[in-house]
């Protein structure tokens, strides 16, 4: 047999802009892409308008969290030929969908990558908070053996209210029933499955009266922006721990701020923040933050804050690089997108 290396040697390459690319990104992508005819071309910075006036010579963009696709950004991104938008990620709050449909272009997500991932982070978020492992931690190296301040309660016993029982919601109330927790939850389509369980579905209302922890995992909506804020935290018991690892646009900060300096809240974990766009995944070590919010946040010893992590797992990170990779090549290919994503 005759191999025609020339032949081999110019196959199409598809080339794919890859924004808010780190380095994990990179390795994922690159090995995902192994054996399909797809040039990623990397970049470390988010997308931004000016970027999407230049972009002529991709078709296929691929963007994560940050990312902010509005009606401006798309209609250049369209003026440049742009028809595919993957996102690496399963949120698509960040971009306008309506915009990119009268625009004709397509978005695809990655809707499951590893629900054990962010409910597994979820725990350790409220394991760290309540019995206080990252002071515990910092203290023993400065050789201080002193337990004053580091005590927690049982999580045994413990009423946990989960807004939102989708994929990592279940995983999560699953979890939290294995430690012997009361689960009780909130969701607009409650999930037979779960209440096989014991799950126990209740109000709104009710599991903010009643959750000694309140965990988000639901998704950012114009419904349930700011569904944590001054009313609902007055309506919560004191003391109550919240954990966010959906959408920072889920609580009105300044008011988690208040119910901190007040006590009525006295534990917070966050792993996301309504204004991350340009803090999280950065080093920002050497600079003057200029977000008075966070940096108040951060002041707190009961506030423990990860930047957007929840999902940064190996298994998760090579599934997001799988399904990105089937999601570009059923568009290139013409089929029918499995995990495409519609306006309204
Ligand atoms: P999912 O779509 O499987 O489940 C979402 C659930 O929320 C569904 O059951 C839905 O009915 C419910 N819901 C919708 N509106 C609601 C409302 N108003 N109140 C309460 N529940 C409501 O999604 P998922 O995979 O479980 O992910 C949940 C969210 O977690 C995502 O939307 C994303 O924002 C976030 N997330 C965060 C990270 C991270 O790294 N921190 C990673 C992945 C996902």
Redesign the pocket.
């Known amino acids: 047999m005759v191999i025609d290396y020339n032949s081999l040697n110019n196959r199409y390459m598809q080339k794919i802009a890859v924004y808010s690319a780190k380095p994990y990104d990179k390795s994922f992508l690159t090995e995902a892409s192994k054996g399909h005819d797809l040039e990623f071309h990397f970049f470390e910075d988010s997308l931004s308008e000016d970027m999407a006036s230049m972009l002529r010579e991709f078709e296929v963009l691929c963007l994560f969290v940050n990312d902010v696709v509005n009606r401006s950004i798309i209609e250049k991104l369209s003026s440049n030929n742009v028809k595919l938008i993957a996102l690496r ?3 698509f709050n960040n971009v306008d969908l309506k915009a990119a449909s009268e625009y004709g272009i397509k978005i695809a997500r990655v809707p ?1 990558y590893s ?1 054990y991932a ?1 409910a597994e982070h979820t725990l350790a978020m409220i394991l760290t908070l309540n019995r206080k492992t990252h002071r515990a931690y910092n203290r023993v190296r400065e050789s201080n053996f002193s337990l004053n301040g580091l005590m927690g309660f049982d999580l045994n016993g413990k009423t946990v209210g989960v ?7 279940q995983v999560f109330c699953k979890i939290m029933q294995g430690l012997n927790c009361r689960v009780i939850a ?4 409650p999930n037979e499955n779960m209440q096989e369980i014991g799950i126990e579905y209740h109000s709104l209302e009710a599991l903010f009266n009643q959750s000694d922890i309140l965990s988000l ?5 114009s ?2 922006r700011h569904l944590i804020n001054s009313e609902s935290i007055s309506k919560m018991k004191d003391g109550v721990m919240i954990i966010n ?3 920072g646009g889920l609580i009105d900060t300044e008011a988690l701020v208040k119910g901190l300096k007040s006590g009525k809240i006295g534990f917070l974990g966050i ?2 923040y309504e204004q991350e766009e340009n803090i999280f995944f950065n080093d920002l070590s050497d600079q003057i933050i200029q977000d008075d919010l966070i940096m108040r946040l951060i002041t707190f010893p009961n506030v423990l804050i990860t930047s ?1 992590q ?2 940064f797992t190996e298994n998760a990170m090579k599934n997001i690089a799988e399904t990105t990779v089937m999601n570009i090549n059923q568009f290139l290919k013409g089929d029918e997108l499995e995990n495409e994503v519609k306006a309204g």
């Open positions: 990620c399963a949120g499951a629900p962010v807004i939102g029982t989708g994929k990592i919601g909130y969701d607009p389509y995992q639901c998704p950012l909506s419904e349930t690892t959906s959408r792993d996301v957007h929840a999902f």
